[in-house]
């Protein structure tokens, strides 16, 4: 099987740069089984050959494509135009994959052809000091760990077996439906962040429901270990608000570009749902409930922002 690793950055930090590209360089796969591609989104000053010496040193096959148009949507949409492999495993800049990643993501894709798109654990650095009020928020940050347990499902709504696009394996029929998608949706093209401004998300899950309409699985697969090196001015109150009600947001533009069904919801009404779910939801702290809250408040921004459509509310 042909693989292909790929990392969209964006002025990566250079101290964890290094550290995501000796992990990859110091796979337990053949250096001869996989090439990585480097999408350089924007980044000032730009990534250059000097930046991939961990990658030259040791011989892994490498490409840096530059992608003008500023958002994650944008580079990962130019990464899967510019690959040809059967399946294409994303790496963030600042994802370290544990030695055996590529190796067990090929494995996994050989055996489970009923597969589209799998992704595994994804811890957060030891070294990285954090509150512990923000521990219940740290999934919106892409830092989760579901157990040890394999979860598979066939669904084209979110839940555990969905992964994030860091370390996330994609086989190359999905990715092309992917494609289609932004290409007969306009609407899916405001989905992804954008540098530090734009916090709009979830092309990750446009993507990964690719795999539902051609018939094929998502998959949490435990055997997948990355840890992420979050950068920790993440962890402040603000950016978590700004983050959570960007989520609410980009949910509802989500659902849209899907063809989910719509019915019609009044601001009071809103209102009532927002009471309500603080009442019937899992809070865990004060900062928890703030940035549910300001989810919901994203959501209705969307939902509301168009008087002819209206998404159907569906508590997270």
């Not at 003008?68 to 600042?94: I, M, S």
């Not at 009404?269 to 004060?286: G, T, V």
Request: include cysteine; charged fraction near 20%.
């Amino acid at each position: 099987m042909v693989l292909d690793v790929c990392i969209c950055t964006h002025n990566p930090r250079r101290d964890i740069f290094v550290i995501v590209l000796n992990a990859i360089a110091n796979q337990t796969l053949s250096k001869d089984a996989y090439k990585v591609w480097v999408i350089d989104n924007c980044s000032t000053p730009p990534v250059t050959d000097i930046d991939l010496l961990p990658l030259k040193n040791v011989g892994v096959d490498y490409q840096i494509v530059l992608e003008p148009q500023l958002g994650n949507l944008h580079a990962r949409r130019r990464a899967v135009e510019e690959t040809n492999g059967e399946l294409l495993v994303f790496v963030d800049d600042d994802n370290e994959l544990t030695s055996h990643y590529l190796e067990t993501a090929v494995a996994i894709a050989a055996n489970n052809p009923n597969l589209g798109c799998f992704g595994g654990k994804l811890l957060l650095a030891s070294t990285i000091p954090h509150p512990k009020w923000i521990e219940p928020l740290l999934p919106y940050l892409a830092v989760r760990d579901f157990g040890d347990d394999i979860i598979t499902n066939l669904s084209n709504h979110w839940g555990e077996w969905e992964p994030p696009t860091a370390g996330a394996g994609v086989r190359r029929q999905v990715l092309k439906r992917y494609l289609e998608r932004l290409s007969e949706i306009p609407e899916a093209l405001k989905l992804g962040r954008r540098g530090r401004s734009g916090l709009l998300s979830c092309e990750d899950s446009l993507m990964m429901r690719g795999a539902y309409d051609l018939g094929l699985e998502c998959s949490y697969q435990p055997g997948l270990v990355l840890i992420h090196h979050l950068n920790p001015t993440r962890f402040k109150l603000l950016y978590l608000l700004k983050l959570m009600y960007s989520y609410g947001r980009s949910h509802v533009i989500l659902e849209r570009t899907l063809g989910h069904s719509f019915a019609p919801v009044s601001w009071v009404d809103a209102c009532r749902i927002m009471i309500n779910n603080i009442k019937i939801r899992d809070i865990k702290n004060f900062f928890h409930l703030m940035g549910l809250v300001a989810w919901d408040l994203g959501y209705f921004r969307e939902v509301c922002r168009n008087p002819e459509e209206f998404a159907s509310f569906q508590p997270q």
